[in-house]
Nanobody, 119 residues
Framework: QVQLQESGPGLVKPSQTLSLTCTVSGGSITTSYYYWSWIRQPPGKGLEWMGAIAYEGSNYYSPSLKSRTSISRDTSKNQFSLQLSSVTPEDTAVYYC???????????WGQGTQVTVSS
């Protein structure tokens, strides 16, 4: 029922800001008590949780990425977005958006989108 879809540029230059948008259908991003998150997976590595925005608008970020990460939302479009500043080639990864339940589990995922940081 709930579907998430990532969109944005697949190539970003070093030092610039990576921007992605997740479009949600089949459910509202303001519905209690869900959290809307970004996760990434670099080549050959595991999943890394980046941050989330809650149904009421509160932000949560991974300590390792907090200084460079911003998650926002547009409730009129049922979308939430990721901005990762000052990117380097180490930020190259498949980026996913996903829903988190109040119990802390992921129940819906987007298909993922490849983002490459290169000049």
């Amino acid at each position: 029922q709930v579907q998430l879809q990532e969109s944005g540029p697949g190539l970003v230059k070093p030092s610039q800001t990576l921007s992605l948008t997740c479009t949600v259908s089949g459910g509202s991003i303001t519905t209690s008590y869900y959290y809307w998150s970004w996760i990434r997976q670099p080549p050959g590595k595991g999943l890394e949780w980046m941050g989330a925005i809650a149904y009421e608008g509160s932000n949560y970020y991974s300590p390792s990425l907090k200084s460079r990460t911003s998650i926002s939302r547009d409730t009129s479009k049922n979308q939430f977005s990721l901005q990762l500043s000052s990117v380097t080639p180490e930020d190259t990864a498949v980026y996913y958006c996903a829903r988190i339940t109040v119990a802390g589990s992921y129940d819906y995922w987007g298909q993922g989108t490849q983002v490459t940081v290169s000049s």
